[in-house]
């Protein structure tokens, strides 16, 4: 298995409210309190991949939020002149409700704060798209709370500690984390499936916790119109263990088979590789 490449970490072009620049207003609240949402999305061809999902996302989460929406219109127009002169790259928009005085209660006159940066496509080994990943079950757990589940917050400590538990010399790519009940939520920057063994393709439940990504709709939307039986309900560590196939996924990586957890094994089968094409087709 190769060993990680890590993508480079340049710092990208941003822009804040739709100016060139790199500079946000310390009294943010996403700065403040992670008061807000974010997007990572692919460019492919000078377009964004599954744009109307992304936006969809955005506006359910400031709707969830209380986040004044901001018109899709200008979103829309921002992200594709960032997009539109790229061959291949990956745009991640921010969200906070605006900039406040102390205290968590939002003022009334909270105007959102759009922050958009452009970043280099990843180049990670194409041995974990083709042979796959080795995954770790993370001792960080994902907390319950409903009225933050599925959604893409700035809150991400919970990644942030379970991405410190390994390091580059392990041979891991992704871990996968748990509630405190020992239910399967779902990688540290991934959604996961699992096919299981009564021909079932089921991803967790993202009632009580987890981040309900743009590319687990994809999937299950293409796998529900090829007439595949879907399962989106709590998901043991038993099941995962007993699973034919694992995989990951998320809009800039597509899909990673996972060929082990810790020492459990597992083959690339036919279904991961039909999805990978479905994937590979998005537009
Ligand atoms: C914790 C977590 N889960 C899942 C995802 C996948 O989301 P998407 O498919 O929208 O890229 C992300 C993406 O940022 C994430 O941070």
């Known amino acids: ?23 946000v207003d310390v009294f943010d609240r996403g700065l403040q309190y992670g008061d807000g949402l974010f997007e990572v999305m692919a460019i492919k061809d000078g377009r964004i991949v599954l744009e109307d999902y992304h936006l969809q996302n955005l506006a359910e989460g400031c709707e969830r ?23 291949r790259g990956v745009l991640k928009l921010i969200l906070t409700r605006g ?70 010399q392990d041979n891991i790519q992704e871990g996968l984390m748990l509630d405190d009940e020992g239910s399967v939520i779902g990688g540290t920057m991934t959604n996961v499936f699992a096919w299981l063994s009564h021909g079932v393709l089921a991803t967790p439940s993202l009632r009580l916790a987890g981040v309900a990504g743009v590319l687990r709709r994809y ?38 088979p996972v060929v082990a957890i810790g020492h459990w094994k597992y083959a690339v089968g036919s279904v991961t590789r039909g999805v990978q094409i479905w994937v590979n087709e998005r537009s």
């Open 99 to 168: 900039s406040g005085d102390r205290g968590y209660r939002p003022s009334p006159h909270a105007r959102a704060t759009r922050i958009l940066s452009r970043h280099a496509w990843p180049t990670y080994p194409p041995g974990w798209e083709e042979r796959g990943i080795h995954v770790r079950i993370c001792d960080t757990h994902w907390g319950h709370n409903r009225r933050l589940a599925g959604l893409k917050h700035l809150n991400r400590l919970e990644q942030v500690l379970a991405q410190c538990e390994w390091g580059e």
């Open 219 to 256: 999937i299950l939307e293409r796998a529900e119109q090829a007439g595949m039986q879907t399962r989106i309900a709590s998901l043991s560590l038993a099941e995962l263990m007993q699973a034919r196939e694992i995989f990951v996924c998320n809009s800039i990586i597509g899909v990673w």
């Open 65 to 87: 939020l209380f986040i004044p929406q901001v018109p899709v219109k200008l979103l829309r127009s921002e992200l594709q002149s960032a997009a539109e002169s790229q061959a």
């Open 1 to 23: 298995m190769s060993r990680a490449v890590n993508p480079p970490q340049e710092t990208g072009t941003c822009w804040v409210n739709g100016v060139a620049g790199a500079v």
